[in-house]
């Protein structure tokens, strides 16, 4: 049996479960389709309550938020198959095809990751442009350039991997709010020499936020990057390579000093409709910088 695992939250899944509903009923193997509800807004609640009508589904509110970590290994504990495909609930299936090619490339030890495609024009809101911008230059890429690098470039957002192995590794739910659990999570497959092959395979991701929104969320995940390197955690990221080379120079603190005044006209630019990625690069170091001192 495959387990398809969908944590939701402030989302509409209707049309994504649907979809995949329609092709697993043509799946050689039996499939369940689990959709959790972590804490959403009673508005999305209800949107989402028609699951419950779909055979294969199983829909579930839990009462509280749990966490990005957490609510995965929730789903993977009530899930029954053999291999479990997790994807993110602000996901679109590409095509018809997507389940198919992911039994194609089945095996028993290895995780299987598809990737991640943003539509090819820019939203029309140019306050969704800042996320827009930032995942196609930066989150999507070709399986060809993600094999370079295939633990680093590893992401929750669309995965299939056996679930006796997953078991073996699980999330890691120290991580609280959003950021970089698909980091450790990535390390841990390393350590383990667990192969990570890389599919031209990817959902699309639809769920752009507005700009205030994206640095909220790009401020948690520097601050849980941060957290890890407190603690000692092995972690392979851009920005945690650039601060040790700092650190090497002696010029950590004096970048530190340096960047804190332009934090405000650095935040301007990118809520702007004018967004630079190298400025959001600077805004993620300074944030990182104060956080580790």
């Known amino acids: 049996m495959l387990s398809i695992l969908i944590p939701i939250y402030n989302f509409d899944v209707r049309r994504l479960a649907g979809e995949l509903h329609r092709q697993a009923a043509a799946f050689p193997a039996a499939v369940e389709i689990l959709c959790f509800d972590d804490g959403s807004e009673a508005h999305w609640k209800t949107l989402n309550r028609e699951l419950a009508g779909l055979p294969m589904a199983v829909y579930k509110e839990l009462p509280q938020n749990l966490g990005r970590s957490r609510i995965r290994n929730v789903l993977a504990d009530a899930a029954r198959g053999s291999h479990l495909l997790f994807m993110d609930c602000d996901s679109e299936v590409p095509d018809d095809a997507y389940l198919r090619r992911y039994l194609e490339a089945l095996d028993e030890e290895s995780l299987l990751y598809g990737g991640r495609v943003y539509r090819a024009e820019p939203p029309a809101d140019p306050q969704l442009y800042l996320h827009w911008l930032y995942g196609s230059r930066r989150e999507q890429m070709s399986p060809a350039r993600r094999r370079e690098q295939p633990y680093h470039h590893f992401m929750t957002n669309n995965f299939l991997i056996p679930a006796v192995v997953f078991q073996s590794i699980r999330f890691d739910e120290r991580l609280l709010q959003y950021g970089h659990e698909d980091t450790l999570f990535g390390m841990e497959l390393r350590k383990r020499k667990v192969p990570v092959k890389h599919l031209d ?87 990182f910088l104060e956080e580790l001192a």
Do not use: M
């Open 201 to 287: 395979n990817p959902l699309v991701h639809i769920g752009l936020e507005p700009a205030e929104a994206f640095l909220d969320k790009t401020r948690k995940g520097v601050c849980n990057l941060a957290f890890l390197y407190r603690s000692g955690t092995e972690t392979e990221t851009r920005i945690g390579a650039f601060y040790q080379q700092l650190q090497r120079l002696g010029l950590g603190h004096l970048v530190k000093i340096g960047l804190r005044p332009l934090r405000p006209l650095l935040r301007r630019n990118l809520l702007s409709r004018r967004p630079s990625l190298f400025f959001l690069d600077l805004y993620k170091l300074s944030i």
